[in-house]
């Protein structure tokens, strides 16, 4: 059988669609947590769609307590949007470690609904590494801004800053918790290593895949004039160069703060005793990470009898309460 990558990356899209969708209608129903949907303007005047939500302590008493954790959501690949998978996305996630206000920005030009169908020109020109990091960090610092505003007639600053990446979102998660000194990170389906090695390590494993494996280096031996027009199984060469470039190992290495990864032990595209490889590497370093497997779970946390996504998202609340910076 021959493979066909854009079939791969078809199939990374659904498992990002299912990820996003892995609650049930009733607990959407269930869920009346107001989700804030805005535009940010970007100082070069690109602009790009955020969501805002809080999920406030059960406790009648604390809900009108000042912001403990600030989570900035980072979300994977291709133009889905998470405005229809919210709020039960992060059902779980109760604010039992404080009130907890989630923002989620996504990158250019993705609308509300977008569904990843058709992602176009615009997007695939701005749809690399660089890009993602500087939007990010933009937005970060004026939300910040906001909350420290806010925080003046509260007497209280967020005590936590959480950055989570999801799937390819945990790419350059390290990169801005280190930039806006996150007291706490959170990976989602990922493998903690360089991206290209991920995909060399499948192609390994899956002699189909050998031959896209081979045209990508190919291509990237050559540099063309228009770096973002230039596609590369469907996206831009600049993409493919600027995230074979990210250490992520050492990214995350680097941090000298609490790492939560989740990762489901039958996802695909998570390498064969990857996990145990970085979890050597932390040990080495003389470092933490809790690493949290969910048996039989794939890419979106979904086993054949059970959804694992709300458990790690009210794992997390628990992780925050024992790991207080």
């Known amino acids: 059988m021959k493979f066909n990558f854009r079939f791969f990356l078809s199939f990374i899209s659904l498992a990002l669609c299912c990820l996003l969708s892995a609650c049930s209608v009733n607990e959407l129903r269930r869920d009346s947590v107001a989700v804030h949907v805005n ?6 005047g690109g602009k790009a769609i955020y969501f805002e939500m809080d999920r406030k302590p059960w406790q009648q008493q604390d809900a009108d307590a000042p912001v403990v954790n600030a989570i900035f959501v980072i979300s994977g690949s291709d133009c889905v949007s998470m405005g229809p998978f919210l709020p039960q996305y992060f059902s779980g996630l109760e604010g039992e470690s404080g009130r907890t206000r989630i923002f989620i920005m996504h990158k250019r030009h993705i609308l509300p609904g977008s569904n990843g169908a058709n992602c176009g020109v615009a997007y695939t020109r701005a749809d690399h590494p660089s890009r993602w990091q500087a939007d990010q960090l933009e937005f970060m610092r004026a939300q ?14 967020p005590q936590r800053l959480i950055i989570m ?4 979102g945990a790419e350059l998660a390290p990169i801005l918790a280190q930039q806006i ?12 290593m ?6 060399a390590a499948l192609a390994k494993k899956n002699p189909a895949m050998l031959p896209a494996w081979q045209q990508l280096q190919t291509s990237l031996s050559v540099t063309p004039i228009d770096q973002d027009m230039v596609r590369i199984h469907g996206r831009s060469w600049r993409y493919w160069s600027e995230i ?3 250490p992520q190992t050492a990214n995350l ?13 039958a996802d695909p595209v998570i390498p064969d005793n990857a996990i145990d490889r970085l979890q050597q590497h932390f040990q080495a370093a003389g470092k933490l990470i809790t690493i949290r497997r969910f048996p039989d779970a794939g890419h979106s946390l979904n086993a054949k009898d059970k959804n694992y996504l709300p458990d790690f998202m009210h794992q997390i609340d628990l992780w925050l309460l024992e790991n207080k910076q």
């Not at 535009?39 to 070069?44: K, V």
């Not at 990446?165 to 390819?168: A, D, K, L, V």
């Not at 360089?194 to 995909?199: C, G, I, S």
Request: negative net charge; glycine residues 6%.
């Open 194 to 199: 360089n991206a290209l090695d991920v995909y």
């Open 144 to 157: 910040l801004a906001v909350l420290q505003t806010q925080a003046r007639t509260q007497a209280q600053t």
């Open 181 to 192: 000194q996150a007291t706490h990170l959170v990976l989602l389906s990922h493998a903690g």
């Open 165 to 168: 990446g999801i799937s390819e």
């Open 244 to 246: 074979a470039a990210i």
């Open 253 to 265: 290495l680097a941090l000298d703060i609490p790492i939560l990864l989740a990762v489901g032990d």
């Open 39 to 44: 535009q940010f303007q970007f100082g070069d």
